[in-house]
């Protein structure tokens, strides 16, 4: 296939656990992607020697040329200084303050490159080409290790005068509550990430020995998750029942403070706990509708799950500098 249009962006998520890449076409589509464990402290030049053996195998692979890529955009997990393009602070990685866009550069020195935090890209390729497809403004709220944020207002990324805006995880909503590795007590993600989902549901167990949750998890600790508790709500059992709604309450004290704040046309849910669908929602909505400030209005805030799961993260980083005439070095 020669083709010397320039139609193709890729989208690379560097993570704490893999590193993946894709390569999207003209309609905002997925069409190829790959992904490969991250190196475990890996140095940043080690990083970038996998993203560009990644993307050097999927153009010989996809039968595309350098020449027809418009641009390329990459997701960290951390705070990307957009003037300096290094990365200030990353949690999952084992380096800061590394100019990883100007080593990509070095390699692709045609092509424009421009990096943003993860959370960031997630709710950008959800609203580009996920569950936000029809909205103009979308609060992406992913539920996992801990709680990120993304923010889309009248259709553009909200980043702050840091580019450090958009944590969500870190709003409290309990003033003498757990403490934050961030510092602070309290907050929304010590309660309402997965991990917090799962240790709740692990004291719970404590507590009774003949709750199903143990059947469940073949009366281990060590192999409870989301699900265990999900599945163990859905066949009634009574302690998991009082753990979701626990769960659940901590989750809409977050998620109406956000409402409240942003008055959103979307509020989208993301991470592994999306999977629960409908059990998590339409309690959610309950909640919602009863205790958020505008709920004699006739329109509210929709609350959907995240329809993309891990391609979000790539899509977004490719597409935002793609549509968003981000600064590209
Ligand atoms: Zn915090």
């Avoid at 890529?69 to 200030?88: R, Y």
């Avoid at 998590?280 to 309950?286: A, D, G, Q, V």
Wanted: charged share 25%.
């Amino acid at each position: 296939m020669e083709d010397t249009m320039k139609k193709y962006a890729i989208g690379v998520d560097i993570g704490g656990t893999n590193i993946a890449i894709g390569l999207i076409d003209d309609n905002d589509h997925l069409i190829s992607m790959d992904s490969v464990e991250t190196p475990q402290e890996g140095t940043a030049s080690e990083i970038i020697y996998c993203v560009v053996s990644m993307i050097n195998k999927m153009l010989y692979e996809m039968e595309v040329t350098e020449e027809s890529i418009e641009c390329i955009g990459v997701g960290v997990p951390g705070t990307v200084n957009k003037e300096s393009g290094k990365i200030e602070f990353a949690n999952n990685l084992a380096f800061h303050d590394e100019d990883l866009v100007g080593m990509l550069k070095e390699r692709y020195n045609k092509i424009p490159i421009a990096m943003n935090n993860d959370a960031n890209a997630a709710a950008y390729g959800e609203f580009i080409a996920g569950a936000g497809k029809d909205v103009n403004s979308l609060i992406m709220v992913t539920l996992g290790t801990g709680i990120g944020g993304g923010i889309i207002i009248d259709r553009k990324l909200y980043e702050g005068m840091n580019y450090a805006a958009g944590e969500l995880g870190h709003i409290v909503i309990n003033c003498e509550g757990i403490a934050c590795n961030c510092g602070r007590r309290g907050c929304f993600e010590a309660y309402a990430s997965a991990t917090a989902l799962i240790e709740q549901t692990k004291a719970a167990m404590k507590k009774d020995k003949e709750s199903i949750l143990w059947e469940l998890c073949d009366y281990n600790l060590e192999k409870v998750e989301g699900k265990t508790l999900f599945d163990s709500v859905r066949l009634l059992d009574k302690t998991a029942e009082k753990v979701m709604n626990q769960y659940i309450y901590y989750l809409s004290v977050g998620i109406i403070n956000i409402i409240n704040i942003f008055q959103p046309d979307m509020v989208c849910i993301g991470g592994g706990i999306s999977k629960a669908g409908d059990l998590i929602i339409s309690r959610l909505l309950k909640r919602v509708q009863e205790e958020e400030y505008a709920r004699a209005s006739n329109k509210h805030s929709r609350i959907v799950m995240a329809q993309l799961e891990n391609d979000a993260g790539i899509l977004g980083a490719g597409l935002l500098v793609r549509h968003a005439n981000m600064k590209c070095e």
